[in-house]
């Protein structure tokens, strides 16, 4: 017995044949910390256990026609070796058995339900693809990448899909920023917004606020530094970022 699920995703409509017994789909209610952020504007998922980040990996996301839902989810199905077929031939007429040639990969984590269609998590053959906006707005990973995020997730787990262009990080004590190319043309973010973020960030940051607005005005994929972050202590004359075991 199967049951057939539409979705979008590899780049045309298919449909997502799986078997019953590979098939979980429950209400939210999590059992462990995790949750999952996939920023469409850098192409990036992060694993979190709670606060704390348990992994980073590239992804593929929605073309600008066909975008990636922005919005708080949770994970919905999970199917180990899910069948692909192609919708437009009919029922069983071209269909893709389980395996790496599989343009879903080897597993399918669903997160969102909308007038028939599944959004997903999965992984692709089509490695050149990840990393980019590649698909009809699923998420793509490589297949490694997928089956290790399939083992660390639950249904209910969270997913949250962003849009967000500014990248704060640190190097030695300057605070930089990356502000990413907008492809879906929402805009540049406030400087209110990412003064909110680096205090969450980097509490004890220090903005150089003329150096703010300049980034924001003219923005930039190379980092540039806006700032310095303070909390380092002086050990024999020098500084040092590690603190005391006294």
Known sequence: MRKPLKTLTT????????NVCNI????ADPTGH???VINVASRMLTLYHGDQV?????VGVGRPAYPTPLGSYHVIRKVVDPIWENPFKGTGKHRINPGWSNPLGTRWIGFHEANGNEFGIHG?????????YSSHGCVRMQIRDA?????????????EVIYDRTLITKTDQ???IRILKDPFGKGLPSVGSIRSKI???FPSAKIDDKMLVQAVTNPSETPVTIGKVEGTITLHGRVDNTQSDN
């Open 11 to 18: 780049g045309i409509l298919f449909s997502l044949v799986m």
């Open 54 to 58: 348990v992994r980073e990996y590239p």
């Open 147 to 159: 089956e290790e995020l399939f083992e660390k997730v639950d249904n209910g787990t969270p997913v």
């Open 199 to 201: 205090a969450k960030q």
């Open 24 to 27: 979980s789909h429950v209400l």
């Open 34 to 36: 995790e949750r999952i």
């Open 124 to 132: 692709t053959p089509e490695v050149a693809s990840v990393g980019q």
């Open 174 to 176: 300057d605070l930089k």
